[in-house]
């Protein structure tokens, strides 16, 4: 499958911080891109998608740019809260190819 | 997005057994997933499972060692054959999404978390 990596392992950030985490993909094809956000003990929960076509879709609270020209994915997340406490993955194409995730720690 | 529900949600096994995971959606899908997580690790993707058709594999995995079962549109079981401790994974169950929003999208179920003894 594809590859899909992450630049760094684990983010801890205080509360009510933004929180930034990348993610690099090696498809120049895919055109379809997912976060996942994976709490301990449980399934990988949908935050946010974007198509190759756009370059920023923003949700509740999280952002989620394209950069097709490096192959660059990124997810913010605005006034990081203690419930934001997961990993994330980023996700590409259909079926998905996961990247490694990052583990995101929100200190209060 | 659609309800998945896994059983068993955990076990631990003897190598050398089987053990079949069953994933069962409360609406109709035609597309479902198997995935695989090993401790700390991503998830991996083992085979997609369409209804009415053989499950196609990924790199790595054969049919032999993890047969997959897809009776109907709401249903589907992924068997880990002849355990090794190796096999000791969170084996997650995932679905397509809904013609509504997105069928690109995939939701996940809770997983089953298998200990090879």
Known sequence: GESVGLHLPTLSVQEGDNSIINCAYSNSASDYFIWYKQESGKGPQFIIDIRSNMDKRQGQRVTVLLNKTVKHLSLQIAATQPGDSAVYFCAENHPFYFGTGTSLTVIP | SAVISQKPSRD?????????????????????????????????????????????????????????????????????????????SIYLCSVEGSRVISLDTQYFGPGTRLTVL
Request: with cysteine; proline share 5%.
């Open chain 2, 12 to 88: 631990i096994c003897q190598r050398g057994t089987s053990l079949t995971i069953q994933c069962q959606v409360d609406s109709q899908v035609t597309m479902m997933f198997w995935y695989r997580q090993q401790p700390g690790q991503s998830l991996t993707l083992i085979a997609t499972a369409n209804q009415g058709s053989e499950a196609t594999y990924e790199s790595g995995f054969v049919i032999d060692k993890f047969p997959i079962s897809r009776p109907n549109l709401t249903f589907s079981t992924l068997t880990v054959s002849n355990m090794s401790p190796e096999d000791s």
